[in-house]
């Protein structure tokens, strides 16, 4: 019942968008953004993000997509967003092998068409807008660990499924990382919990009962974090073993006050949004993007790879106790 | 004579196109072992599940007591004192003896609404049961899984006695038995006669037939077309009468 | 295959010897094995998987399974989730975890029973439809560092005993009584024997397998509170491989995957067995991709030897045995 009211005022808030576009058609460039599904914390972040950057750069922003993560949804409201005229439609993709057509439909309508937070490489997409390399991710979590337990220390890897590519990338990045930087770290193998916390817990737990001189555990899947830092509290360890991972503010508030994680890595959905509309601007106003730059409004560079076609946002961002709260997603 | 157990009247049944039984008249008494004897679609097994509440005839009607009785399931035919004990035995191999006998009627005594089983009286009253049948088995907890298809078919007729059936009907009882095995439920098709209950016995032997029953009738294309005492005929007529060889029969068809 | 012993039979036994043996080798292999917080540990990880295994061994016993029950559970686990986030009294939401399952419970059963669908064609139905009742009601998004208030309810429970300890007892012995002493036992066996044979002697089938399903819900919803009460948290994958597992922990401790024969001893052997090879695998070194298929393959071994002791012992059935023989209840 929530639900089918959720959807209705959905459909409304749509129907406005929509009509308030055709009676505006004169002023204003429109960029519109469509996230993987609406009304989750991390694009509600992004759709922030992207009004901020509306706002301050004179453009219209439209925010829609699907309800449920549903691939063929999405691939009909990117249409429909090309065929009302939209200047500029950035997709965060659900499904990379079917928005090919979609982006040679754009262009036979001069629409610009491009790809933030998940992208489809070989559509022909006019630029990605990304959150984070996998590279910067691995790095990062690695360098914030040892700022903690030092260089010389045994650290355990809780991850996901043992198919999740991304996942895989970044854990291949964080072992690179040790390698190269701090050989006397002692990264563990990877255990793989699958989805639930429960299992995320009882690895973790496994983990440090094995290894009693562990320093700290990083949860690699967002999924696996809970259980971790659950595992570290019942455990009696909190302070002790240094639990981290890439999850959200939301997601790992309570443990990050609890003490049991002492930081998180992640990105700031908030400034990807706006990222992706200012790039929306830029395209549209047909000025190129330069190797490094400062977006107005934004506070650090980003940078641009003209072979990949891929603008980065940066660093990813570190979430601890003190900094927790300015987000919400 | 006394006065039968049950009266069917007339009983027709139609399935369909198909005429499974006509006009069929037959009266069964208690302490009498009826068997009722045909080929494959003569009609009995039709005639047993009219009894048994299984099936609900087309036209005619059961009488009890003077009185015409429908059987709306199998639960009604139950509750009037008619226990069938079909050939598959409908016994679950993996409970015991007890559990079996008193299975979906159970004695119990309740506390705080829990109905609790009342193990004790249930073995005491199978114990019983299984003496009088003279079966030869010492325990009630026996799961009926280990026993022999006699001992079984002991089991299933406990069942039927423990709801103090006036009729029993059994449906090939013997088909699956060793010799000794058939002697044994022969005597207790016997025993339950002589204990003043009416048995219905449905079978195809013939040796069977005529060490067990009391009175015969031979169903043939929906119509019972002979009613014989056991000791007014012989195998040999039977046969005929079942076959359709035996004269009056003939006559019989020639008319319809 | 039948038992020599009331409660605990052969396999009952089998799986002690398999899980002392476990015990054993871990401890060589692993210093850090046999310990009282290690074995604590693992004991604290069986909650869930002890009391909805438990309600899968009812179903099971009565002919039918429940595949649907991890994300079943998963639902129940929201509703108290969101209860603590609301700031009910952590008693409250902790008692609405099984009173929600006993809901869903009834919810499946009825598919089942009423719809006169097969309990593994129903329920796999039903997984994808719970699956979307937790996707609908979390957003995309999950609940996270929930209140503590239930987590320390259930950890200081009762005189100092987790609560769980009590929890799994009672379950156990109402379990073992409803099946030992009230016709629910019995219903239940002859219905998971032959469901048609069961409704000829009377046993009314309908409400003895809503009865299993409804108790299974319960139970499941009282290992939804666990969840929440351990984790603080509800993931959108929760509760993914929860009913594989089960099963599997139900099998292994002599349940009949068809019916007809149940064993509750059995069960809490089965996933003390599954939870200990799972920790000392790890502790012992064996990477956790290795697990599955070690419980795998277990699970496996234990079915072929008990089909081929059922093709042995199929001669000894029939013949008739005098003595005191057990009934096939084993608790």
Redesign the interface.
């Known amino acids: 019942m929530l639900k089918t009211s959720k959807l209705l005022l959905l459909s409304v808030a749509l129907l406005a968008a929509t009509s308030g576009l055709a009676t505006a058609a004169d002023a204003k460039k429109k960029v519109a953004f469509v996230p993987q599904l609406i009304g989750i914390p991390y694009f509600d972040a992004m759709k922030a993000g992207g009004t901020a950057a509306a706002n301050k750069l004179g453009v219209d922003f439209i925010y829609t997509g699907p309800v449920d993560a549903n691939p063929v949804d999405q691939l009909q409201i990117v249409q429909n967003l090309v065929n009302q005229g939209v200047d500029a439609v950035s997709v965060s993709v659900l499904d990379a092998s079917s928005i090919a057509p979609v982006v040679e439909a754009a262009k036979a309508k001069h629409v610009i068409l491009f790809t933030s937070d998940s992208d489809a490489p070989n559509s022909g997409r006019a630029v990605y807008v990304a959150q984070a390399t996998d590279e910067g991710l691995g790095d990062m979590i690695i360098d914030e660990m040892v700022k903690r337990v030092g260089p010389d220390a045994k650290i355990g890897i809780v991850s996901g499924e043992a198919t999740a590519s991304n996942l895989n990338a970044w854990i291949g990045y964080m072992q690179a990382r040790v390698k190269d930087k701090y050989p006397k770290l002692k990264l563990l193998a990877p255990q793989f919990a699958g989805g639930t916390a429960q299992r995320a817990a009882q690895l973790a737990t496994d983990i440090m009962a094995a290894n009693p001189d562990l320093k700290g555990i990083i949860g690699v899947a967002s999924s696996t974090c809970p259980g971790v830092a659950q595992a570290i509290e019942t455990a009696g360890k909190v302070g002790k073993v240094i639990g981290t991972g890439y999850c959200s503010p939301n997601t790992a508030r309570a443990y990050l006050k609890s003490g049991a994680f002492a930081y998180t890595v992640l990105w700031d959905p908030a400034e990807l949004g706006y990222l992706t509309v200012w790039a929306g601007k830029q395209l549209i106003d047909g000025k190129p993007f330069e190797a490094t730059m400062t977006p107005e409004g934004m506070s650090h560079p980003v940078t641009y790879d003209a072979k990949t076609g891929i603008l980065l946002l940066g660093e990813p961002a570190v979430f601890t106790a003190q900094n927790v709260d300015n987000y919400h997603f | 004579m006394t006065r039968p157990f049950i009266e069917a009247r007339d009983i027709s049944k139609r399935f369909g196109a198909l005429q499974a039984l006509s006009g069929v008249d037959l009266d069964i008494f208690e302490g009498e072992v009826l068997a009722l004897l045909g080929d494959n679609g003569a009609g009995k097994s039709t005639f047993v599940k009219i009894l048994s509440g299984a099936h609900a005839p087309t036209g005619g009607d059961l009488v009890m007591d003077g009185r015409p009785v429908e059987f709306a399931s199998?639960?009604d035919s139950?509750a009037a004192g008619i226990a069938t004990i079909?050939q598959?035995l409908?016994?679950?191999?993996?409970?015991?003896i007890a559990?079996?006998v008193?299975?979906?009627?159970?004695l119990?005594h309740r506390v705080l609404g829990?109905?609790?089983?009342r193990?004790t009286a249930m073995k005491r009253r199978v114990g019983e049961l299984l003496r009088e049948l003279d079966a030869h088995i010492?325990?009630p907890?026996?799961?009926v899984?280990?026993?022999?298809g006699g001992?079984r078919q002991a089991v299933a007729i406990s069942r039927a006695l423990n709801l103090n059936a006036r009729l029993v009907i059994m449906d090939e009882p013997t088909a699956a038995l060793a010799v000794a095995e058939t002697r044994k439920v022969l005597q207790l098709i016997r025993k339950l006669a002589d204990s003043g209950r009416a048995v219905i016995l449905v079978s195809h032997n013939m040796h069977d037939v005529f060490e067990v029953a009391d009175r015969i009738a031979v169903f043939r294309r929906g119509r019972k077309i002979a009613e014989k005492m056991r000791a007014e005929t012989n195998p040999e007529e039977v046969v005929s009468f079942i076959t359709g060889a035996h004269p009056d029969v003939r006559a019989l068809e020639m008319q319809s | 295959m039948r038992n020599p012993l009331d409660w605990f039979g052969r396999r009952e036994a089998l799986l002690a010897v398999a899980c002392m043996a476990a015990v054993l080798l871990f401890s060589i292999l692993s210093p850090y094995f046999f310990n009282a917080d290690n074995l604590s540990a693992v004991l604290n990880n069986s909650v869930e998987l002890l009391l909805v295994g438990l309600g899968m061994t009812l179903l099971l016993g009565v002919g039918g399974i429940d595949v649907s029950v991890g994300v079943a559970m998963g639902l129940a686990a929201i509703a108290v989730g969101r209860l603590l986030q609301a700031g009910v009294n952590p008693v409250v939401a902790g008692l609405a975890g099984p009173a929600a399952g006993l809901v869903i419970g009834a919810a499946t059963g009825s598919v089942v029973v009423f719809g006169r669908i097969p309990a593994i064609v129903a329920t796999l139905g039903l997984y994808g439809v719970y699956r979307a009742g937790i996707y609908l009601c979390l957003g995309g998004d999950w609940l996270s560092g929930l209140p503590v208030g239930l987590t320390d309810l259930v950890g200081t429970g009762i005189a100092g005993v987790p609560l769980a300890f009590p929890c799994v007892a009672i379950t156990y012995l109402a379990l073992y009584v409803a099946l030992r002493r009230t016709p629910f036992g019995p219903h239940l066996l002859a219905i998971g024997h032959s469901e048609a044979k069961a409704r000829l002697s009377g046993v009314s089938v309908n409400r003895t397998q809503m009865l299993a399903f409804i108790v299974s819900g319960a139970l499941m919803g009282l290992a939804a509170s666990f969840y929440v009460a351990t984790y603080r948290n509800v993931e959108m994958t929760i509760g993914g491989t929860l009913a594989l597992e089960a099963i599997a922990a139900v099998v292994l401790g002599g349940t009949s995957v068809t019916g007809g024969r149940v064993s509750l001893v059995g069960t809490i052997l089965g996933v003390l067995l599954l939870r200990l090879l799972q920790n000392g695998l790890l502790l012992s070194g064996v990477p956790s991709l290795w697990q599955p298929v070690v419980t795998g393959l277990l699970l496996l071994t234990v079915l072929g030897i008990e089909a081929a002791q059922g093709r042995l012992s199929l001669a000894t059935l029939l013949r008739p045995k005098g003595g005191r023989l057990a009934s096939r209840v084993a608790q």
């Open positions: 199998p639960q139950a079909f598959e409908a016994l679950s191999e993996n409970l015991s559990e079996n008193f299975l979906g009627r159970e119990t829990v109905p609790f089983l193990h010492s325990d907890e026996v799961p899984g280990s026993l022999s001992q």
